[in-house]
């Protein structure tokens, strides 16, 4: 197979002017404007590459409008309030949200929907999707335009599609990993680079890897990217008031280990075989999220896994009432659907969920 004009454009790029990081990596993979993956490609769906929750069933995103009535009560009910998504996909967890959210007429008064996309093709699916949405709405290239105010902020599998920096243990010392070209192939390989980690404020297995066994040859990840907004958003709420929660797949520990993953048409792919045609991701590392919010200020709550988190909301009780009076056919797929969402072997455990707040007003955005 030839291979994509993204890829030539990258190998062109190493070969002028050297190996680029991980994170640039992704970055071009993902976000170049012209081949990027969010740029051209429909991810979502059976004949797309991944399906998310939201797409999975309508429960998902009608808890989700649940809680943030909840958290609207738990803020006082203000009267202008922003309800922020991060990387919105097709809009189909807002316009679940906003059918759920609809049926208070004072929060659909206060609230202003807000949508960070940097995918003009994806938002215009999402300007389709909420056509007929009963508020207002405003679309961003980042959450820096999103005005100041109260605010509930919601992010679905966003967070593990911002670079990641990778770093290789090389002779005891962590070098960032970087991509560069094989000088028998000419094609994409890995390398340890010449910057080395600031190992300062690091657990002590991690700065002192030697001492702990662990060898050359790991990986170690860091995500600037997803803690400078983490730490935005907490600031945000700390200020103004309100509540964030962020759903992705990760790991609840700063932990060694290569979580960069390619995935083209649900398999996994190799993630230099097909650069700009398969999405490409990282584990979200939850504790260095949390750690970014709670500096700026934030009530930290979870993470928990989803499944706690979506049973705890009503899942169960949702499916049951959807189901009421339904053909067995539709009761069945309702079923399935709570098992994708909840179980432990589907999304329910590797999926987890993590709320920052402010502690004045202090909504309690987690459910018990
Ligand atoms: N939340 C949706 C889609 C997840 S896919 C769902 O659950 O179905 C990731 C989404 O984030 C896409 O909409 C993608 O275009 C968007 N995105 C990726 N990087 C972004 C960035 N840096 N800023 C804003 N949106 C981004």
Known sequence: ?????????????????????????????????QHGYYMRREPFGTSGDFTTAPEVSQMFGELIGAWCLEVWSGLGRPEKLNLVELGPGRGTLMADVLRVARLDPGFCAAAHVHLVETSPRLRSAQEQTLAAAPLPRTWHETLESVPEGPTILVANEFFDALPIRQY????????????????????????????????????????????????????????????????????????????????DYGYERTAIGDTLQALERHAFADPFANPGEADITAHVNFEALARAAREEGAAIHGPMTQGDFLVALGLLERAGSLGSGKD???????????ERLAAPDQMGTLFKVLAFSSRCPAPRPFPG
Request: glycine share 12%; hydrophobic share 45%; with cysteine.
């Open 168 to 247: 290789v243990l090389a002779s005891g010392n962590w070098h960032e990993r970087v991509v560069g070209l094989d000088r028998g192939s000419g094609d994409l390989m890995f390398a340890a680079g010449p910057a080395r980690l600031d190992t300062a404020g690091l657990p002590e297995d991690i700065a002192n890897p030697k001492a702990r066994g662990i060898g050359d040859g790991a990986i170690l990840e860091t995500q600037p990217v997803a803690n400078a907004i983490a730490g935005d958003i907490a600031a945000r709420l700390t200020r103004h008031g309100g509540a964030a929660l962020v759903i």
């Open 328 to 338: 067995v056919a539709v009761q069945e797929r309702i079923r399935d659907d709570v």
């Open 1 to 33: 197979m030839s291979e994509t004009a993204l890829k030539t454009r990258i190998k062109a790029l190493i070969e002028t002017a050297g190996p680029i990081s991980v994170a640039d990596y992704m970055g071009l993979c993902l976000a170049d404007p």
